[in-house]
């Protein structure tokens, strides 16, 4: 891959994470409940600061990809440190899609008579099944590295 590519897919990690920080940010303040609160009755909704919390696994996992996409710049992706980064990443998406769960359980069972929790439930489905691809994705490709790495040692030994 060259060096240009993997430099653009870095500044897309990096734009994606300024959007979400972004988004983290704006979402509270504009939510349709948060209308009449002062600033910090918002930001100090149990609910969003678990959403705050969630959210960790997703910026570990972009740094992750970052730091894969720094071993593929630097023709270092059969490495340990690659394999490494994979795992963790596997792990990061496993860690958001059962939290997007446990949001979606908690939401469909204490939402208010008023509120119709459809399209909170519909995006959760639809993350964490985003989530679930990214973890098995990660997982095909760290084993698939995994056995690259051992061949490459193998051989190293032998020459």
Do not use: C, W
């Given at each position: 891959m060259k060096k240009s590519s993997t430099i653009f897919l870095q500044?897309?990690?990096?734009?994606?994470?300024?959007?979400?920080?972004a988004m983290m940010i704006r979402f509270p303040l504009t939510e349709g409940r948060a209308a009449n609160l002062d600033l910090f009755?918002?930001?100090?909704?149990?609910?969003?600061i678990y959403g705050y919390?969630?959210?960790?696994a997703f910026f570990v996992a972009l740094y992750?990809?970052?730091?894969?996409?720094?071993?593929?710049?630097?023709?270092?992706?059969?490495?340990?440190n690659s394999v490494k980064?994979?795992?963790n990443i596997k792990y990061c998406?496993?860690?958001?899609?059962?939290?997007?769960?446990?949001?979606?359980?908690?939401?469909?069972?204490?939402?208010t008579e008023g509120d119709d929790p459809a399209g909170f439930l519909a995006v959760c489905i639809v993350t964490t099944f985003i989530?679930?691809?990214?973890?098995?994705?990660?997982?095909?490709?760290?084993?698939?590295?995994?056995?690259?790495?051992?061949?490459?040692?193998?051989n190293d030994l032998t020459v």
């Open positions: 500044v897309v990690i990096i734009l994606i994470g300024i959007v979400a920080i009755s918002i930001y100090a909704d149990p609910f969003l919390l969630a959210s960790i992750q990809a970052f730091k894969l996409l720094g071993y593929i710049g630097q023709n270092k992706v059969f490495s340990l980064t994979l795992r998406a496993i860690v958001l899609g059962i939290s997007i769960v446990m949001g979606g359980v908690y939401i469909r069972i204490f939402h989530s679930i691809v990214i973890a098995a994705a990660a997982a095909v490709f760290e084993k698939t590295l995994q056995s690259a790495v051992d061949i490459k040692s193998e």
